[in-house]
């Protein structure tokens, strides 16, 4: 269950990083053969994450444009590597305040200490970034405007060992002092909804996740409780959250990390309405199609809908096309043959509908694919399951923190067959 | 960029360093930083700076942390793998280790373990020790992880220094430093006690650590049914947990504890079901086509368990096509009474999909669910709307329409009646498709019909292909094996390890990595259940007589290390167990070699070396591509070209260091085949004072590019099946290179080896035979 090198890789291919972990250094050929891989496959969506090469077993995530790769000779856990990958990805894209290729290579050093803290001989070590930021400091703007106000470099590395490091609470340092405590909530909802062009749901899933901020002092034991935890299902806890206390009373307890940390995430167990509809109705004739997609809300959260956009795919065979709406603002971006429509809010008082009228190639009568398009919206102030916290109360410590609780649904992958 | 300028440049910086070493002017410290970081950039584009390794090591050896840190990294990376640099390095370490700022000392402890220079230990055990007991637990979690590289250089170290005994103290501690190494080594006291106690330990370890315990727990046999519903209810929590490596290994200790408890076994199923849909609808693509691929065993194990939750596998349009041809694959196995209709549905859905492959991929996918006879009107309706659909248009998906048609006309030959209909308005639309493919098969189609339903059935749809066209291709003595793999990329491949990965390279990187899973320590118990393994893997090759050998081994070795008082129940589990055949893949061939040898491209024996002109070079382009390509028959009709060719002196082959045959293609040929050559060959005495066990040979075989197949016996008789293959010629890559397969019988009370050869090509095979012959004779000597 280890794994023998890492790689990390810039868009085009260029390897920028590669750590090894167990003596032996797998050759950097390995990359070239995964690039070739790669090729084969056009894209590196089509890349299935576990490959095996003629020499090792290659896994590999892709984060904006950075490749990780990691690579072992033995049998290992997929999901060990896939999730290791995924966590490097994490904590470099929190340090770097983005992944892309110049950041990480301005900061290389960091880079190399981060991947020495986060795997020790192939085994993944410390993985929690409240902790490794105590490691290493992260190159943030302060640093670099001592740099250049007192002209000092900038130095990326303490000489502190963080408490925590091994610890029994392996996420939380014992001695941690802010001026003003407080603890932040969102829950997070994100729909995943597959409907035909009749609005028939074919798929419609909940899922939420519940984002905390944390920055109390000492050691406070937290109690979050729910108005109507029974409406969740098919959960998953930050290691800080007391299983018992859930499987007994359905509260969290727990000690939380210091900083921004997920605290849980989770399905809601029953089918939620679909606050908007999205209806397309599409008509060929004689080479020419004509797209008409209408929103509008169908099911009243009270709140007002936001961000509502939709992405509308043409056929393969379409030459040319022209939009036009009656709200909000649509264009055609030949290269990619889609039609953008940014509606923002969604209007009370009329129906937004978008009318596309393209030209087919030559020859084609009715194209043979139906794309489909997708949308996206944002309502804030509420979680669409309507779970709601009850009470946030901060045990063990003296001081009164701040609390705070935030909702919002976005649309996550809403589809619509055309 | 040319090679002076870099060379230029690495002088420069060489000279730079070496004036600040010893400068205690102000802003040197700073100087020195940037040199460093320039030296640590250099290194990341891949320049070789190792050239400036001393320099490096006397400007940090009075510097700061932050100088120490970039150190250490180029440390590190060019250390490590460089024994002369190594020994350089351990004099300014060990001064580190003593540094009164513990991340110093924790990070230079790092890197002296990470030197793995076997001549080096007796430089790492002083620091060990220290560190084991420093007063910084960063430090001593460092020094617990050292042990157990240490225990991969050198396990006699660690038992000299009696480091378990101190890291069974720190485990009061530190669960976390100590529980890596109890993880990795499997330390023979009984600190752990029994599995349950550790599971119920299992919160205050790291999540990474966790992975590696349950893995452990994993493969461990309660001894009781109580034992297993403790361990059960205190690691359920487990499947909660945020890091779904945490959660799948989970899942594997319930599945493995349950295997022989029926009931108990298909309640697990319903358990785990919602934490690993979980992780596929939440998770990234990627993490999500490896959880798929283990809900697809689970799935083809218990095809009823997600009757009720298809909708989970319903494709994305978002989804990449390798995780919705998953999906697909899991949809069709699902498929029953009660959900096809709206399965068919979706997937006729996806049959409108502007991914061709995919589109394919699920109208073949309606029609495997339509040979399975549910709801079957339903899906007649369905293919003709495909039909209707498909025939206004005239240009692509060609393939599709082909598919269609080769669906219809099946489900014609299961469905008559119902289906007639559908076929001739499928054949109609066909003959009138604009496409010639399209068109020629559904006139074909058609003229064969004309002959009679019975001789088209025979043709385009004959017995065996119905059935291979719906059953899982997988035979079920696989699907157990993956299924024991649970949590391994093996599932993730669909293939058992065994069949992808190159034994050669399992062995040496077991005994060369840091990390193998072997006990070196406890022989008898894991050799036993070694050869348990080796045989469930070729035991086709084997006769009757011989199996009853096998199982009298792994019995007997098995009741040793029952009986072995110092072995913990973790290291008997795996041998007790052996039915479950848990690790054994990984460690078939695992004795130890020298580090590297598989990179050794030339073979041992200098005077067998003749590089270039080899045997087939004489061969003309010509007569070689009379060859058939099918090596699988050159062996039999090979002589064309071995008459032409000049029968080759002996001493002109050479063995591919890198055969590969795997034990399907090794027994199949090995059927196909007749015997060569016969060799004997006397062993040295030296060589048979090894063989307590069959391995050593094997091992001392692979050095001259020999492999051994499978292997076993019980002394004083060992059977081996070994196979080589002819070095390829690359001035004529036409040429086939040749197999060459042995059995060998050692008997080690009369020092004899007796063998038969068979080879792809007869005309090589003396050579070969003198190459194994003298191969033989040395073993034991060198």
Redesign the interface.
């Known amino acids: 269950?280890?794994i023998?090198s890492i790689f990390i890789m810039s868009d085009l291919g260029e390897?920028?990083?590669e750590k090894?972990y167990?003596?032996?250094?797998v050759d950097?050929s390995i990359c070239d053969w995964y690039w070739s891989e790669l090729v084969r496959a056009q894209s590196h969506?089509?890349?299935?994450?576990?490959m095996?090469s003629p020499?090792h077993?290659v896994?590999?995530?892709?984060r904006e444009d950075i490749t990780f790769l990691a690579c072992?000779?033995?049998?290992?856990?997929?999901?060990?590597a896939?999730?290791?990958l995924?966590r490097v990805a994490d904590i470099l894209e929190e340090y770097m305040g983005e992944l892309h290729e110049d950041s990480l290579?301005d900061n290389?050093?960091i880079v190399?200490?981060l991947l020495?803290e986060m795997m020790?001989?192939?085994?993944?070590?410390?993985?929690e970034s409240n902790v490794l930021k105590e490691?290493i400091v992260p190159p943030n703007l302060m640093a670099r405007m001592m740099s250049v106000v007192i002209g000092e470099?900038p130095?990326s590395?303490?000489?502190?060992?963080p408490?925590s490091?091994?610890?029994?609470v392996?996420w939380r340092a014992a001695q941690v002092k802010h001026v003003s405590n407080e603890i932040f909530l969102d829950l997070v909802e994100e729909m995943?909804v597959?409907m035909?062009r009749e609005g028939v749901l074919?798929?419609c899933?909940v899922?939420g996740s519940i984002e905390a901020t944390s920055r109390l002092s000492g050691m406070p034991e937290i109690i979050v409780r729910f108005h109507n935890p029974s409406i969740i299902?098919?959960?998953?806890?930050?290691?800080c959250v007391r299983?018992?206390n859930w499987?007994r009373d359905r509260l969290l307890s727990f000690l939380p990390p210091d900083g921004p940390f997920?605290l849980?995430?989770y399905?809601v167990k029953n089918l939620v309405n679909v606050p908007v509809y999205v209806k397309p109705q599409t008509t060929y004739q004689s080479g020419e199609g004509r797209l008409q997609v209408t929103v509008g809300i169908k099911h009243d959260t009270g709140k007002p809908i936001e961000n509502m956009t939709v992405t509308a795919?043409l056929p393969?065979?379409t030459s040319s096309a022209e939009v036009e709406t009656n709200h909000g603002s649509a264009e055609y971006r030949s290269a990619t043959r889609t039609c953008l429509w940014t509606i923002g809010r969604i209007p009370r008082d009329k129906v937004p509908s978008l009318t596309v009228t393209f030209k087919l190639m030559d020859?084609?009568?009715?194209?043979?694919?139906?794309?489909?398009m997708?949308a996206g919206f944002k309502i804030g102030g509420t979680a669409l399951s309507g779970l709601k916290i009850d009470s946030i109360d901060v045990l063990n410590e003296d001081y009164k923190p701040y609390k705070g609780v935030r909702a919002v649904t976005t649309a996550g992958?809403f589809?619509i067959?055309t | 960029m040319n090679v002076d300028n870099r060379r230029g440049e690495l002088g420069e910086l060489k000279s730079q360093l070496r004036q600040l070493a010893g400068s205690r002017a102000p802003g040197a410290e700073?100087l020195k930083?940037?040199l460093f970081?320039k030296v640590?950039?250099y290194m990341?584009v891949?320049i070789d700076v190792s050239a400036l390794f001393s320099e490096m090591i006397m400007c940090a050896s009075n510097a700061d942390?932050?100088l120490k840190?970039?150190c250490?990294?180029y440390l590190?990376?060019y250390a490590?793998?460089n024994p002369e640099l190594a020994l350089l390095t351990i004099n300014f370490l060990q001064k580190d280790c003593q540094d009164e700022?513990?991340?110093?000392r924790?990070l230079a402890l790092?890197s002296l373990c990470?030197l793995?220079v076997p001549n080096l230990v007796e430089y790492f055990t002083g620091p060990i020790k220290q560190g084991l007991k420093d007063a910084?637990?960063?430090v001593?979690?460092?020094a617990a992880?050292g042990v157990?590289?240490l225990h991969h250089i050198s396990p006699a170290s660690v038992k000299d220094n009696e480091f378990q005994k101190t890291l069974k103290v720190l485990v009061i501690q530190?669960?976390?430093?100590q529980i890596?190494y109890m993880g990795?080594v499997r330390s023979r006291d009984r600190t752990l006690g029994t599995a349950s106690a550790t599971a119920k330990r299992m919160k205050?370890f790291?999540?990474?650590a966790q992975?590696?315990v349950l893995?452990l727990v994993s493969k461990y046999v309660p001894a009781h049914a109580n034992e297993t519903f403790d361990i059960m209810n205190v690691l359920e929590?487990r499947l909660?947990?945020?890091?779904?490596?945490v959660?799948?290994?989970t899942c594997k200790v319930f599945l493995h504890l349950t295997m022989s408890m029926a009931d108990v076994h298909q309640q697990v199923y319903e358990r785990i079901k919602?934490?690993l849909?979980?992780l596929i609808?939440?998770g990234?693509?990627?993490?999500a086509?490896?959880?798929l691929?283990h809900l697809h065993m689970l799935i083809l194990r218990s095809p009823t368990l997600f009757v009720s939750d298809y909708?989970f596998f319903?494709c994305?349009?978002?989804d990449?096509?390798?995780v919705k041809k998953l999906k697909l694959e899991i949809l069709t196995a699902i498929a029953n009474e009660s959900n096809t209709y709206e399965i068919v549905?979706?997937l006729s859905?996806y049959a409108?999909?502007?991914d061709v492959p995919i589109a394919r991929e699920s109208i073949r996918a309606v029609g495997r669910i339509a040979l399975r006879r549910y709801d079957i009107n339903g899906i007649v309706d369905r293919l003709l709307q495909f039909l209707e659909m498909?025939t206004?248009?005239?240009?692509?998906?060609t393939l599709v329409r082909l598919e269609m048609l080769t669906a219809c006309i099946k489900l014609f030959f299961k469905r008559p009646p119902q289906c007639q209909s559908m076929l001739g308005a499928a054949l109609k639309a066909g003959i009138h498709d604009s496409h010639q493919d399209v068109h020629d098969r559904a006139l074909l189609y058609y003229r064969l019909l004309q002959e009679g339903v019975g001789l088209a059935e025979k043709v385009i749809n004959p017995k065996k292909q119905a059935v291979a066209d719906f059953a899982e291709s997988q035979s079920s003595e696989i699907k157990d094996r993956i299924f024991d793999?649970f949590?391994?990329?093996?599932?993730?491949?669909q293939k058992p390890?065994y069949m992808?990965?190159n034994k050669e390279?399992?062995g040496n990187?077991?005994s060369?990595?840091?990390?193998?899973?072997r006990e070196l320590s406890s022989p008898s118990a894991h050799d036993g259940f070694l050869h348990q393994s080796e045989f469930s893997d070729n035991d086709m090759l084997l006769s009757a007589s011989e199996k009853e050998d096998t199982r009298l081994i792994s019995t007997g070795n098995g009741a040793d290390a029952y009986s072995a008082p110092e072995i913990s129940i973790l290291d008997v589990a795996p041998a007790v167990s052996s039915s479950l055949l848990l690790e054994a893949?990984?460690t078939v061939a695992s004795q130890p070699k020298p580090a590297g040898t598989h990179q050794r491209e030339m073979p041992l024996l200098p005077e067998f070396e003749t590089p270039v002109p080899s045997s087939r070079q004489a061969t003309p382009p010509l007569a070689s591509q009379a060859v058939p390509m099918d090596d699988l028959f050159s062996g039999l009709s090979v002589p064309d070209t071995a008459a032409a060719a000049p029968a080759p002196p002996p001493q002109q082959l050479v063995l591919a260091p890198r055969p590969s045959l795997d034990a399907k293609a090794f027994q199949q040929k090995w059927g196909q085949l007749s015997v060569a050559l016969t060799v004997e060959e006397k062993l040295a005495p030296t060589g048979i004072m090894k063989l307590a066990t069959p391995q050593p040979l094997n091992v001392h075989m692979i050095d001259r590019h020999i492999f051994c197949m499978a292997s076993g016996g019980k002394p004083p008789n060992f059977k081996y099946f070994f196979y080589a293959q002819s070095q390829p010629n690359f001035l004529d890559p036409s040429a086939q290179a040749g197999f060459f397969l042995v059995e060998l019988h050692v008997d080690t009370a009369r020092a004899m080896a007796s063998g038969k050869i068979k080879a792809d090509d007869v005309s090589l095979a003396p050579a070969f035979a003198e190459l194994f012959r003298v191969a033989l004779a040395r073993f034991g000597l060198l």
């Open positions: 269950m280890t023998q390897v920028m990083f090894h167990q003596g032996k250094a950097r969506r089509e890349l299935p994450s576990v095996v020499t077993y896994m590999h995530v892709r072992a000779e033995l049998e290992t856990s997929p999901l060990l896939i999730e290791f995924n290579k290389f050093v190399y200490q020495d020790d001989g192939g085994i993944p070590l410390t993985t490691m470099p130095s590395v303490t000489g502190v060992v408490p490091v091994a610890s029994t392996p995943e597959s035909d074919s798929l899933h899922y299902e098919n959960v998953r806890f930050h290691p299983i018992v499987e997920k849980m995430s399905r795919p393969n065979a020859g084609v009568d009715k194209p043979t694919d139906r794309p489909i997708n992958c589809e067959s | 700073d930083r940037e970081k640590t950039s990341t891949g942390i932050v840190k970039m250490y990294l590190g990376n490590a793998t700022n513990p991340m110093i924790g790092r990470s793995r910084n637990p960063y001593r979690s460092v992880m157990l590289k530190d669960p976390d430093a890596l990795r205050e790291s999540e990474w992975c590696l893995e929590d909660v947990h945020a890091n779904s490596a959660v799948l290994a919602s934490p849909v979980t609808t939440t990234t693509s990627e993490l086509y490896a959880v691929s909708k319903y994305r349009y978002s990449p096509s390798y549905t979706e859905e409108t999909n502007v498909d206004d248009y005239v240009t692509a998906e793999e949590n391994t990329l093996a599932v993730v491949y390890s992808f990965l390279l399992v990187t077991e060369e990595s840091l990390m193998g899973e893949p990984a």
